[in-house]
Antibody
Framework: QLQLQESGPGLVKPSETLSLTCTVS??????????WGWIRQPPGKGLECIGN???????YYNPSLKSRVTISVDTSKNQFSLTLGSVTAADTAVYYC???????????WGQGTLVTVSS | QSVLTQPPSVSAAPGQKVTISCSGS????????VSWYQQVPGTAPKLLIY???GRPSGVPDRFSGSKSGTSATLGITGLQTGDEADYYC???????????FGGGTKLTVL
């Protein structure tokens, strides 16, 4: 059974950089037809796609976040990572990693990790 | 603000049927697949429907999806108290080149 697990700091200061890693187990990240993505959910609000990455390194970023986001992949560790720069309180959210089928759906999700932006 | 529009809430009694709508445009639902997700509070979203009407293994056939034009619908029959959750639709928007989620619909089973 495929499993995804997010890890990283739960507290980030304003203007600094948020960094998270997703570790994939029970399957290879180097699988054709699947991307690997990050989605976030501010407290009490809906879901927002941040972006996806293919194992080859090809990326998609949400246009509204593109200037601050980098997603990278490490196939040797079966991990992919998110960095979000110049964070503000508006970036406080639960961050999920998930697997994205190329025909457009997210089928496996991590449990999510809460990141709070506060001084 | 979501490009995909869902009703904020719906409710029905146990055993009854409910539908949740997701309204979009020609550049999202009208030209791309729709998926649906169930999120029980405090947990991660779970894929319910993919490619408009497909059900992943393990999802009961009480859940169904359909699409017509620029709208999609999630149907749930034989409602159970365990179905109380937030439900989200999702689709690619070709004009924005962005993946979009609907604003979510809270289902209450009275």
């Amino acid at each position: 059974q495929l499993q995804l697990q997010e890890s990283g700091p739960g507290l980030v200061k304003p203007s600094e950089t948020l960094s998270l890693t997703c570790t994939v187990s029970g399957g290879s990240i180097s699988t054709s037809s699947y991307y690997w993505g990050w989605i976030r959910q501010p407290p009490g609000k809906g879901l927002e796609c941040i972006g996806n990455i293919y194992y080859s390194g090809s990326t998609y970023y949400n246009p509204s976040l593109k200037s601050r986001v980098t997603i990278s992949v490490d196939t040797s560790k079966n991990q992919f990572s998110l960095t979000l720069g110049s964070v503000t309180a508006a970036d406080t959210a639960v961050y999920y990693c998930a697997r994205h089928h190329s025909s457009s759906f997210y089928d496996y999700w991590g449990q999510g990790t809460l990141v709070t932006v506060s001084s | 603000q979501s490009v995909l529009t869902q009703p904020p809430s719906v409710s029905a009694a146990p055993g009854q049927k409910v539908t949740i709508s997701c309204s979009g445009s020609s550049s999202d639902i009208g030209s791309n697949y729709v998926s649906w997700y169930q999120q029980v509070p405090g947990t991660a979203p779970k894929l319910l429907i993919y490619q408009n009407s497909g059900r992943p293994s393990g999802v009961p056939d009480r859940f169904s999806g359909s699409k017509s034009g620029t709208s999609a619908t999630l149907g749930i029959t034989g409602l159970q108290t365990g179905d109380e959750a937030d439900y989200y639709c999702g689709a690619w928007d070709s004009s924005l080149s962005a993946w979009m989620f609907g604003g979510g619909t809270k289902l209450t089973v009275l």
